[in-house]
Each structure stands twice: as structure tokens, then as C-alpha cells.
């Protein structure tokens, strides 16, 4: 990054440099890095983070964080991978980094496609499974639909046994893309209609998106918060306000539940067998658009918060 954004990040905010990377020491691998996303979040750290947030904010002159897949090409002895191995890192935008064995997750052959380890599996899954507590038959609702996270809970609730899936959209014309070409029953612009009541909302968006579904949302909804989108990309981009009317949650019995949870190695295992089963029978699919090269990213970036794609945007190197 070369400047803090005032308003939304752009091009102008980043400058691709070329810098040497060395040799990797003891315990240490480089990697040549082949995919990473490029979320709207990341305006949250452009300008100043969030106390507690998993990762820190980016300083003018640092490379923007983000999970990151690619193959190790070489290694600086000791115990750990060898050359061709995939892993995951948390580095960033970069075309090679240099990284700490233990700052790597090998990537196995647990889903078809290295890829597919860039979408946001583990966070929809405990959002509707152990935050909501979907049950069969119930009606899902999920705000920005569309986004990385959306476009998966979406086709997971329904494999996990929702009678209905639903979305929000902040335009008409992507809220029939949600339909068409993700599978939900419906999707609606908040303001501009009146929307379904629910029993599970996923909430990716915060702020006057969450208390309309609120208003409507079934006695006894469990509403697991998934992101703060509102908040993160209008005012300072680091505080997610909202006033609530909380006599209403409390005469319906709504319940609101934070989501940040980390899977443990079991429960990663696990997780990864059952998806990556999904994948190959096909009852899953990774929702997604590649662009190509590291130059790509800051635009791809732009293009994602003005609402331009539909799935979890990757940088391919
Ligand atoms: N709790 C956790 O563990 C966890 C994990 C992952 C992500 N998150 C959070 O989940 C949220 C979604 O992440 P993501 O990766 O899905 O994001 P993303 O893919 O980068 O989001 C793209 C979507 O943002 C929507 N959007 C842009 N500006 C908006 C605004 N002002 N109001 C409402 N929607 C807006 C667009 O909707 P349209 O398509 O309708 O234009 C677009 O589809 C973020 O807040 C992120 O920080 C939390």
C-alpha cells in the first residue's frame, strides 16, 4: 500500500514492486504462491484495523494480508514439507514469500482443486450449524448473497437441510444473478421491497440491512453475525453501529450470536473430508472468478466492493 485510503480503496492506493527474496533458512520454506482473494474486508485494515481482529492493520509500505495457496519450491532444511508440496499461509499479495514452516498448513489432497481451500467453508458452516442451529425444513436468510461468504452459506444451508434459501443483494440485477445462477428461492433489495421473514439469517452486512430483517424475522430466529460489510465500507470503516429496538427481539425471542471461531486439527480434518466429498460428487461447487496476475489485484479489489462479481474473487499467479 502506498497511501491510506480517505474514501473506498482504488488503484492509486497500491504500487507493484520488485523486491529480491532470499533463500529460505532453517525452518523455513519459500513458496511460489498461486492463488489468493481479494476481499472487501480488507478496507477494514487499510485504514486502521480493528482491536481483537485476526489480523493487523496495513501500514503505508506493507503488503496487504490475506490466506494464500501456493507450491513450496524451496526449503531451508529441518523437519517439514519438501518441494512440491501445496500450502496455505497467511503472507499476501505476493508472487513468492518466504515463510515459517509453522506459519504453513499443508493443503493434502483433502478438496479436488487447491483453489477451492481459498472459500470461507468452516465460517458458513459453523454460522448455520452451531451458531443458528439450522434445522431441516427452516427458512435461510443470508445478507450479501453474493459476496465470498454468501455465495456459500446459500448452497450449504441447502445441503444441510433448509426448506428455503434466501438473500439480500443491493441491486435488482444482482439479486436475480442470486437466483439464477446460485440456486436461491429468492432474493431482495432491502428498500426497495418488502422481504421474507426467516428463521436462520446469516448476517454478513450489519447496520440498517440487519434491523429490516430483524423487524421481520420469525419469533424464536437465531441470527448468527457473521460480518459487518455496512460498517466496514461507508464512514470510518472500523466501528459497525446499529440501533435496535430490543423490546422486539426480546417479546420474539430472537437471538443474536457473534461468529469467530477457529477450527481445532480434528475438527479441521474433519470439516475437510465431508467438503471436500461435497466437491467431488458435485453436490458442492466453489463459487469463485479468477483474474490474472498480481497487478489485477488492487482493481479486482475495487471491482468487489462496488458489487461487480459474484463468488469469492482469486487472484491467480
Ligand atoms: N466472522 C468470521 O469469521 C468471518 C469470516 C469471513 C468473513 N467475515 C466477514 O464477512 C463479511 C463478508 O465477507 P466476504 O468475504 O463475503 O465479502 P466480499 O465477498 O468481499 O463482499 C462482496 C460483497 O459486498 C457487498 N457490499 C459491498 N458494499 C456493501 C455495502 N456498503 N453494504 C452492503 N453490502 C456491500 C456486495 O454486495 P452486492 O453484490 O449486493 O453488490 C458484494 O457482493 C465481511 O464483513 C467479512 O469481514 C467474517
Same mark, same amino acid.
Given at each position: 500500500?502506498?497511501?491510506? =485510503? ?9 504500487? @507493484?514492486?520488485?523486491?529480491?527474496? +532470499? ?5 523455513e520454506?519459500?513458496?511460489?504462491? +498461486? ?7 480488507l478496507?477494514?485494515?487499510l485504514?486502521?484495523? /480493528?482491536?481483537?481482529? =485476526?489480523?493487523?492493520?496495513?501500514? @503505508? ?13 524451496? @526449503?531451508?532444511? $529441518? ?10 499461509h ?8 518466504v515463510?515459517?514452516?509453522d506459519?504453513?498448513? %499443508?493443503?493434502?489432497?483433502?478438496? =479436488? ?9 468452516w465460517?458458513?458452516y /459453523?454460522?448455520?450449524? *452451531? ?8 427458512? /435461510?436468510? /443470508? ?12 448452497p ?13 443483494a443491493?441491486t435488482?440485477?444482482k ?19 418488502p422481504?421474507e ?9 450489519? $447496520?440498517?440491512?440487519? +434491523? ?41 425471542g430472537?437471538s443474536?450470536? $457473534?461468529v469467530?471461531?477457529? %477450527?481445532?486439527?480434528?475438527? *479441521?480434518?474433519?470439516?475437510?473430508? *465431508?467438503?471436500?466429498?461435497?466437491? *467431488?460428487?458435485?453436490a458442492?461447487?466453489? =463459487? ?9 489485484? %488492487? ?19
Open positions: 500500500m502506498v497511501a491510506v =485510503p480517505e474514501g473506498l480503496p482504488g488503484p492509486e492506493h497500491f504500487e @507493484v514492486v520488485d523486491v529480491p527474496v +532470499r533463500e529460505p533458512g532453517p525452518g520454506v519459500l513458496v511460489r504462491n +498461486r492463488y489468493f482473494p481479494v476481499s472487501a474486508r478496507r477494514t485494515l485504514v486502521g484495523g /480493528v482491536e481483537g481482529a =485476526p489480523l493487523p492493520p496495513v501500514r @503505508v509500505g506493507e503488503v496487504p494480508p490475506s490466506i494464500t495457496v501456493g507450491e513450496v519450491v524451496a @526449503v531451508g532444511g $529441518g523437519e517439514g514439507p519438501g518441494v512440491g508440496d501445496w500450502m496455505s497467511w503472507d499476501g499479495w505476493r508472487e513468492e514469500s515463510v515459517p514452516v506459519g504453513c498448513t %499443508p493443503l493434502g489432497d483433502w478438496l =479436488p482443486d487447491p483453489v477451492a481451500h481459498l472459500g470461507s467453508w465460517t458458513s /459453523v454460522a448455520l450449524t *452451531r451458531h443458528a442451529r439450522l434445522r431441516s425444513g427452516e427458512t /435461510v436468510l /443470508v445478507t450479501a448473497g453474493a459476496g465470498g461468504v454468501g455465495s456459500i452459506v446459500g450449504l444451508a441447502r445441503l444441510l437441510g433448509a426448506g428455503r434459501v434466501i438473500a439480500t443491493r435488482r440485477e439479486a436475480q444473478r442470486l437466483v439464477h445462477e446460485l440456486g436461491y428461492d429468492a432474493a431482495f433489495v432491502i428498500g426497495e421491497e422481504v421473514a426467516a428463521d436462520v439469517i446469516v448476517d454478513n452486512v450489519g $447496520g440498517a440491512t440487519l +434491523r429490516a430483517l430483524l423487524d421481520v424475522a420469525k419469533p424464536g430466529a437465531r441470527v448468527a453475525l457473521v460480518g459487518a460489510l455496512e460498517g466496514q465500507l461507508t464512514g470510518s470503516g472500523t466501528t459497525a453501529p446499529v440501533e435496535l429496538d430490543t423490546f422486539g427481539l426480546i417479546l420474539r430472537i443474536l450470536h $457473534g469467530n471461531n477457529r %477450527p481445532d486439527q480434528d475438527e *479441521r480434518d474433519d470439516w475437510l473430508g *465431508r467438503l471436500g466429498g461435497w466437491l *467431488r460428487s458435485g458442492l461447487t466453489f =463459487p469463485h472468478v479468477r483474474v490474472s496476475g498480481i497487478d489485477s489485484a %488492487p482493481r479486482a479489489l475495487q471491482e468487489v466492493i462496488a458489487g461487480h462479481h459474484l463468488g469469492t474473487v482469486v487472484v491467480e499467479l
